[in-house]
């Protein structure tokens, strides 16, 4: 009996070792490392311009919808100037809100917040959080909001943005989170479906070692991100960097629930 209980605890504990990312994951912003690469913007003459975004984006600041083309996700960009402390933004796809912010920069002109609502395409309820960001080397002509800014620290996420739920059996891999984003996956280098993103439609997924995948994020037939998704040796958190296409690089640290 001894013996057989040995046995069926070491293949248990093999089981769970084969399948490290089965579970539940919820990001803790707390131990969250954001790029210090500058976000730069440009409002002046009542025109805004994004010119670290990936197509650079100019549009008028007058509060209506702009067309835009190799946005992911978007298809129309809104700046309103409420005034010079406080800004609206808005981004639309075929008529349908995709996210709004709004932003304010403090008195001194060294610090912005954001705070954002996005709309998934899959779920009636939103994305809801904010950002602080803060001024990167000396103010630029223009409105206060003109030049370089950091991202400081992310706070008061909605749970849906935070909990995911992975999925693992042998070379597959599944993701489903409550905003109704879900993929279905092999560990084989190849593209599979990205369903529920306004932006990503594809995905693929490398295994670099037992505990380790890589994920490429894939909309419109371009590269939209890279992962490399490490999970510790005792099963309890996971450790994601991401590099954007705009040469970002974040690190997120999971906590399985």
């Known amino acids: ?19 490290p990312f089965t579970g539940t994951w919820k990001i803790d912003l707390s131990q969250a490392k954001f790029s210090q690469k ?5 409002l002046a003459n ?29 298809d129309t960009f809104s700046v309103h100037v409420v005034d ?28 912005t917040t954001t705070e954002f609502t996005s709309h998934p395409p899959s779920s009636d309820k939103p994305v809801t959080g904010s950002e602080t960001l803060k001024r990167v080397g000396k103010s630029a002509p223009g ?38 984003a879900s993929y279905d996956a092999k560990l084989d280098g190849k593209e599979y479906p ?8 594809h995905v693929v997924l490398k295994r670099i070692n037992e505990r380790t995948i890589e994920e490429t994020d894939k909309g419109g037939g371009k590269v939209l991100s890279t992962a490399r998704i490490t999970v510790s040796a005792d099963d309890r958190t996971m450790t994601m960097v991401v590099h954007d296409r705009t040469g970002r690089v974040d690190t997120l640290i999971w906590n399985k629930q």
């Open 1 to 19: 009996m001894r013996m057989l209980c040995a046995c069926l605890l070491f293949g248990a504990l093999r089981l769970m070792a084969a399948d």
């Open 143 to 180: 409105n206060a909001f003109s030049g370089s800014w950091a991202i400081e620290n992310a706070r008061n996420f909605s749970e849906n943005a935070l909990v995911f739920t992975f999925a693992q059996s042998g070379d597959s891999l599944k993701m489903s989170d409550p905003t109704g």
């Open 38 to 42: 500058p976000i730069r913007i440009e």
């Open 194 to 201: 990205y369903q529920g993103s306004a932006q990503t439609d």
């Open 46 to 74: 009542g025109t805004y311009k994004c010119l670290s975004c990936d197509p650079p984006l100019t549009v008028k600041a007058d509060g209506t919808d702009q067309a835009v083309s190799g946005q992911p996700g978007l």
């Open 84 to 111: 010079d402390h406080h800004l609206e933004i808005a981004g639309k796809k075929a008529g349908k809100a995709v996210f709004g912010e709004k932003v304010t920069v403090t008195p001194d002109g060294m610090t």
